[in-house]
């Protein structure tokens, strides 16, 4: 989908002759010395691109402070014979699914019996519930092993303690202003965490916890790094250096030896081992593992992740309920567009939306409008909702405020989730309106390099592409080529949605762009990236249309 970008808010760099001599220095293409030219790169970041420095894994696990629980948890796992019967309790997104599965594996290794419970979406909602737990702790279980929930429910780990269970959470959710976590969480937004540490998921908390205390072998968590990268890459965490290895690693390990039943949705999507990619992964497999949490329970996904029998039709309801969520998540945006142009501009209500699909269409919103949102649904008498901020705002500060209005809430800087009762919503709903229309958000600022398509080669890319995995925190270089007015729009695609902008021999993708044909064609030029693209085992670069940029640019 693109997005609006105007002129006074966009720096074009153009290559010089200091990026000419630095090509020539480094042996590489002109394109890949302005990249590491308008990024202020160092002669270690230059060093590090030609493969002369690589930084042991090592090194960056010793720098990573996973909180205070972390030792604790690693010398309680030590000290323990055996974990007995295992539950496992995680969460229904990529994440969650993917520390269930990583935890599974883990405590399978000194465990007599493990098994996972996964709440339900729209009957239970996020988090550790009490009710739940009462349930399932009369069954036997020795140890209760909590991933990416639990850092805020400290009265129900003592509850699950005191019944006399092993318990071990692992998370990465921001704890409520001056709430301090339980002993037995590893988060690193706890007591003694660090910078590093809290750009991890909760499968990279998991992961690395589990690395940095030798609880298992290093070659056999160096198996499971797929987990991590996926996590790493759903969750948008920032990827610093240490999660690029973890995702760079980890999509190595799904090109070489997939797990079988990423294997199979790889082969159903399309995917060939050399096309898988931060960006393919990030469109096409993590909404996939996605729906099945979103549309109806969670376990499709786990059983897609560990394999065994019946993966093949696990993978075809993935793909089933992922065409289903694509569908409704169409209508609900254009919805939800009508209900912010009324009289609240950042806050919906849709009577008859599901509510599982509202955080990927929020954020989807939030990121064209970069403003923040609100879409929220009913469910089972209440009112539940998403909260989606862009850069420079922060998600859980403005939900802190109503916090004793609210059942239940939390998330993270840029994203929340929270559920209210119905008679609570009005007051709620102004709040929230009238907190997230007082918020200051700067329009992001951009960068791009002046190349034309026609001057970026498909050797050039792949040495561009060396520089990644790209993402939040490290995000992929923007190109600018400016608009002559002879260019021709031509439909691309079945249903006319998408565009292609077509200038002698150089074509651009504009995905979605039939909406805005009218910005597209009065334009100064466009913000465009590169993509290696995979067709009938052909390898082609197409050009990506990111930003149609409005005004005059000086």
């Known amino acids: 989908m693109t997005a609006l970008c105007r002129a006074g808010r966009l720096q074009i760099v153009q290559p010089s002759s200091s990026t000419k001599s630095l090509a020539e220095k480094m042996g590489c293409s002109l394109v890949t010395a302005a990249v590491l030219e308008s990024r202020g790169g160092t002669e270690k970041d230059r060093d590090h691109f030609l493969g002369l420095d690589p930084v042991p894994e090592k090194s960056l696990i010793d720098c990573l402070d996973l909180g205070s629980g972390a030792p604790e948890a690693a010398e309680r796992w030590k000290r323990l014979p055996a974990l007995g019967k295992v539950l496992?309790?995680?969460?229904?997104?990529?994440?969650?699914?993917?520390?269930?599965?990583?935890?599974?594996?883990?405590?399978?290794?000194?465990?007599?019996?493990?098994?996972?419970?996964?709440p339900h979406r729209h009957d239970q909602g996020y988090g550790l519930h009490e009710s739940v737990l009462r349930k399932l702790l009369p069954m036997g279980w020795d140890t209760l092993f909590v991933v990416d929930c639990g850092s805020k429910d400290t009265g129900i780990i003592s509850m699950a303690e005191n019944a006399g269970l092993n318990?071990?959470?692992?998370?990465?959710?921001?704890?409520?202003?001056?709430?301090?976590?339980?002993?037995s969480v590893v988060n690193p937004h706890g007591q003694g965490g660090n910078a590093a540490g809290k750009a991890l998921c909760a499968t990279g908390v998991?992961?690395?916890?589990?690395?940095?205390?030798?609880?298992?072998?290093?070659?056999?968590?160096?198996?499971?790094?797929?987990?991590?990268?996926?996590?790493?890459?759903a969750d948008c965490m920032p990827l610093t250096q240490f999660n690029r290895l973890l995702v760079k690693d980890g999509i190595g390990l799904m090109r070489s030896s997939p797990r079988p039943g990423l294997a199979k949705l790889f082969s159903r999507l399309g995917l060939s081992p050399a096309s898988l990619s931060e960006e393919t992964l990030t469109m096409k497999v993590i909404p996939c593992l996605n729906a099945a949490g979103r549309m109806?329970?969670?376990?499709?996904?786990?059983?897609?992740?560990?394999?065994?029998?019946?993966?093949?039709?696990?993978?075809?309801?993935?793909?089933?309920?992922?065409?289903?969520?694509q569908t409704l998540s169409g209508k609900i945006s254009e919805e939800a567009a009508v209900l912010l142009s009324g009289s609240a501009n950042h806050v919906a209500l849709g009577e008859f939306?599901?509510?599982?699909?509202?955080?990927?269409?929020?954020?989807?919103?939030?990121?064209?409008?970069?403003a923040p949102v609100v879409l929220a649904a009913p469910v089972n008498g209440g009112i539940r909702g998403t909260l989606r901020v862009p850069e420079g705002g922060d998600a859980m500060k403005v939900l802190d405020p109503i916090s004793p209005l609210l059942d239940a809430w939390g998330g993270h800087q840029y994203a929340a989730g929270f559920s209210v009762a119905r008679d609570k919503w009005d007051d709620v709903s102004t709040y929230l309106e009238d907190a997230l229309s007082a918020m200051e958000v700067e329009e992001p600022f951009l960068t791009a390099l002046d190349f034309p398509p026609g001057e970026i080669s498909m050797k050039s890319w792949k040495e561009v592409v060396s520089l990644g995995p790209f993402g939040n925190g490290n995000p992929a270089p923007l190109f600018f080529v400016s608009r002559t007015g002879?260019?021709?729009l031509l439909p691309l695609g079945k249903d006319g949605r998408h565009l292609q902008i077509e200038s002698g021999s150089e074509r651009l993708l504009a995905f979605d762009g039939e909406r805005s044909r009218n910005e597209i064609?009065?334009?100064?030029?466009?913000?465009?990236?590169?993509?290696?693209?995979y067709w009938r085992g052909r390898e082609r670069l197409q050009f990506i249309v990111d930003y149609i940029v409005t005004g005059d640019i000086g």
């Open 88 to 118: 496992v309790y995680g969460d229904y997104d990529v994440d969650g699914v993917s520390s269930t599965t990583l935890a599974m594996e883990i405590c399978r290794e000194k465990a007599r019996l493990v098994r996972y419970f996964i």
């Open 296 to 325: 109806e329970l969670a376990d499709t996904a786990v059983a897609v992740l560990c394999g065994g029998g019946g993966t093949d039709g696990k993978v075809e309801t993935l793909l089933a309920l992922n065409r289903k969520r």
């Open 353 to 370: 939306w599901p509510v599982g699909v509202l955080s990927g269409v929020a954020s989807r919103i939030c990121s064209v409008k970069s």
């Open 521 to 533: 064609s009065s334009s100064s030029g466009w913000l465009y990236r590169p993509r290696l693209d």
């Open 167 to 183: 318990v071990f959470v692992f998370d990465h959710h921001q704890p409520e202003e001056g709430m301090p976590f339980h002993s």
């Open 486 to 488: 002879g260019e021709k």
């Open 206 to 233: 998991l992961w690395t916890w589990a690395r940095k205390y030798g609880i298992l072998p290093e070659k056999r968590l160096e198996s499971m790094k797929d987990l991590a990268a996926l996590a790493t890459l």
